[in-house]
């Protein structure tokens, strides 16, 4: 089974950068899913952040985040890397990689993600 573990967060100011890692361990490759980032702040809704299919070139961003995050990986590696620059206090929160789902159109249902990590905390001061 497919095991997931994000790190690279921390405490940042605004308009600092940070690039969070999900390394997936375990046995993947020849597997379709795609892999997203979604954050959640205490008592509020976890909602998805960016997401790309595994192996493959397509994107997709929460608005919030267009021109700021960018969602790659090294396939090769195991490794998802979300890259945040701009940041803004509002983008304070637990950052999670998550895995699962096939079909790129239903990418931002979250219910289709089956393998989550641990995650790791974002904080941006003003």
């Known amino acids: 089974q497919v095991q997931l573990l994000e790190s690279g967060g921390g405490s940042v100011q605004s308009g600092g950068s940070l690039r969070l890692s999900c390394a997936a361990f375990?046995?993947?490759?020849?597997?379709?899913?795609?892999m997203g980032w979604f954050r959640q702040v205490p008592g509020q809704e976890r909602e998805g952040v960016a997401y790309?299919?595994?192996?493959?070139?397509?994107?997709y961003y929460l608005d919030s985040v267009k021109g700021r995050f960018t969602i790659s990986q090294d396939y090769g590696k195991g490794t998802w890397y979300l890259t945040m620059n701009s940041l803004k206090p509002e983008d304070t929160a637990m950052y999670y990689c998550?895995?699962?789902?096939?079909?790129?159109?239903?990418?931002?249902?979250?219910?289709?993600?089956?393998?989550w990590g641990q995650g790791t905390q974002v904080t941006v001061s003003s």
């Open positions: 790309v299919p595994s192996g493959g070139d397509s994107t």
């Open positions: 375990g046995y993947f490759y020849g597997t379709d899913f795609i």
């Open positions: 998550a895995a699962g789902g096939t079909l790129w159109s239903n990418c931002r249902q979250e219910s289709d993600y089956i393998t």
